[in-house]
């Protein structure tokens, strides 16, 4: 799963649709393409959230058709679910909000897959129960996402065990390459740690998983959010390469 954090503009998603699109041309893999159509939990309220949900939506849309790429966006209330399943492949609920029961429910409903992201405060092993409520509602398509633990009031730690633990469970395991990097609430904004991106993400290739998530940005540094913790887009296919030798590698030695 990779693109940018929010709908900012057609401009930068089209500008990372295209080089997701040549990569997968070069690798063996297949993108998910991410960008949320609204950001609804921002440390200030004067933070950009997005363009509004029916024009990113719109946006998203003619990604999806044109670049022939699947589309996972977060979903915030379950008032939401219809309109994103109508566009998403995938409906992802935020890590704050991964044990809201009616949202669960509601996405599990559409027959769309859900990606749950682990909350920053809570285990592994709770996040059975969040599985467990899209699967009471009839839906099987779960994935399960860590992306960091609270260490602190403005920092973040990743267990790797975590991962281990939730594949347990039985459905796909997502790494979060980016998120496990911020440092949260840092002068109204969360901050972030980019230098890490890469090294974590080869960690938890080794470690073992189903999926990766990367947020990447043209120009982080002109992000509108999450400026911080993006990926260069420049660098994505050189990180692709560099854990895709390492899942041989253990593939190999396991």
């Known amino acids: 799963m990779a693109g940018p954090c929010v709908v900012e503009s057609e401009k ?18 297949d993108f998910v393409f991410k960008s949320s159509y609204t950001k609804a939990n921002r440390t200030s309220g004067s933070s950009f959230t997005g363009i509004g949900m029916e024009a990113a939506l719109e946006l998203l849309a003619n990604i999806r058709s044109e670049y022939d790429l699947p589309i996972v966006s977060d979903i915030h209330a379950p008032e939401e679910c219809s309109a994103a399943a109508g566009v998403c492949d995938i409906l992802q609920i935020p890590a704050f909000l991964s044990r809201q029961t009616e949202l669960l429910t509601a996405a599990a409903n559409t027959g769309r897959a859900v990606h749950i992201k682990k909350g920053q405060f809570m285990a592994p092993e709770d996040m ?37 633990k939730m594949r347990h469970f039985g459905s796909p395991v997502v790494y979060d390459a980016t998120h496990s990097v911020q440092r949260p609430a840092q002068r109204g904004i969360s901050g972030g740690e980019r230098q890490y991106i890469a090294p974590l993400a080869r960690a938890a290739i080794a470690v073992g998983i189903d999926g990766l998530f990367l947020e990447t940005h043209p120009h982080p540094e002109e992000a509108l959010s999450d400026r911080d913790t993006q990926l260069p887009l420049g660098d994505l296919e050189s990180l692709l390469e560099q854990v895709l030798h390492i899942r041989e590698a253990a593939k190999e030695n396991s």
């Open 12 to 29: 930068v998603l089209r500008t990372v649709a295209e080089q997701l699109c040549a990569i997968q041309a070069r690798l063996p893999v």
């Open 128 to 164: 059975q129960y969040a599985r467990e409520k899209v699967l009471r509602a009839g839906n099987e398509r779960v994935l399960l996402c860590e992306r960091g633990t609270f260490f602190g009031y403005g920092d973040l730690v990743v267990d790797f065990r975590s991962l281990i």
